[in-house]
């Protein structure tokens, strides 16, 4: 055979490419621009559009069993905290109708007694509801906003209760809109009454104990305060009806370098989770009259 005729190239398990660096390097530059193109040029975007409408059927076949049993397990879990809230509601029922039936009772025999007694009738709270919408901006005032203001006849230093009890007074008003601040605003008090003991007191905001609290201050520290006791309005301060729950007293300190002891509050309202409150007209107590110097009888005779 003669040599001309000869295949001189090299069998295909003998071939060489490009090397492993070289293809590394070209690969790796093709990625980075791919990359960069697509960061700028979004030339992916379709192509991640059309993979995600074709693979979007197997993607819902594979999520319906996860979906069914979860689905099945929130029902079963709703099902059985709607009993427990409903058997809780119906308890609550039968108690507030029987605290229903007393407060009736108690308010004709207290109208008699001021009838006897002739005092001055206590005056009917007006009031309206409102809605919590937002808590304000500030972050180191406890205060919310609620969706009534000037024009639904919100006045400033009206207070706000829920259905648990105090939560606050109506600091500022606008147009449409009110702020509230919290009763664990540091720069809030409030009149309180300890129905246990009949003492009165002022508790002010204490927002850096127990996420928010309130404290009773200057009550001396041999007084007759335990931990349960139930803290109300007064009324005294002209503002807030009297008789609203307004605190619970949790921790009492006694120290001996201090003549007063530290009495830390928890808020009966929901400082932090009212959806829905009421907004009370201020209760203003008349203004006094201006004293007037007695005239002696024998100057105003002998003039």
């Not at 993607?59 to 059985?80: D, M, N, T």
């Not at 007293?249 to 400082?271: G, H, N």
Request: charged share 20%; hydrophobic share 45%; aromatic share 4%.
């Amino acid at each position: 055979m003669p040599l001309g005729t000869l295949d001189r190239t090299p069998p295909p398990f003998f071939k060489q490419g490009p090397s492993a660096l070289s293809r590394l390097v070209f690969f790796s530059a093709l990625a980075v621009f791919l990359m960069v193109a697509d960061t700028r040029l979004r030339i992916s975007q379709p192509v991640r559009a059309a993979v995600s409408v074709v693979i979007y059927p197997l993607q819902w076949l594979i999520l319906q069993p996860v979906q069914a049993a979860r689905h099945g397990a929130e029902y079963f879990s709703g099902l059985q905290g709607a009993l427990a809230d409903k058997d809780r509601v119906q308890r609550q029922l039968v108690e507030q109708g029987r605290r229903a039936q007393q407060v009736e009772q108690l308010v004709l025999e207290n109208r008699r007694l001021r009838a006897l007694l002739d005092l001055r009738p206590t005056a009917s709270l007006d009031s309206q509801t409102a809605e919590v919408l937002y808590d304000a901006a500030d972050p180191h005032a406890r205060r919310v906003i609620i969706d009534r203001g000037m024009t639904h006849g919100i006045t400033a230093g009206a207070p706000v209760i829920d259905e648990r009890g105090v939560i606050g007074q109506v600091t500022r008003v606008y147009p449409l809109v009110s702020e509230v601040t919290l009763l664990s605003d540091r720069d809030q008090a409030i009149p309180i009454l300890n129905t246990r003991t009949g003492a009165r007191g002022v508790a002010y905001g204490d927002p850096q104990t127990a996420g928010g609290s309130l404290e009773l201050r200057f009550t001396p520290a041999s007084a007759d305060v335990q931990a349960g006791d139930l803290l109300t309005t007064s009324g005294v301060d002209g503002v807030y009806p009297a008789g609203l729950a307004v605190a619970t007293i949790v921790k009492v300190e006694r120290r001996a370098d201090s003549p007063f002891a530290r009495i830390i509050c928890a808020p009966t309202a929901l400082m932090a989770g009212s959806r829905h409150v009421l907004v009370l007209k201020p209760v203003v107590p008349p203004a006094p009259l201006p004293d007037v110097p007695a005239t002696p009888a024998g100057k105003g005779a002998r003039k």
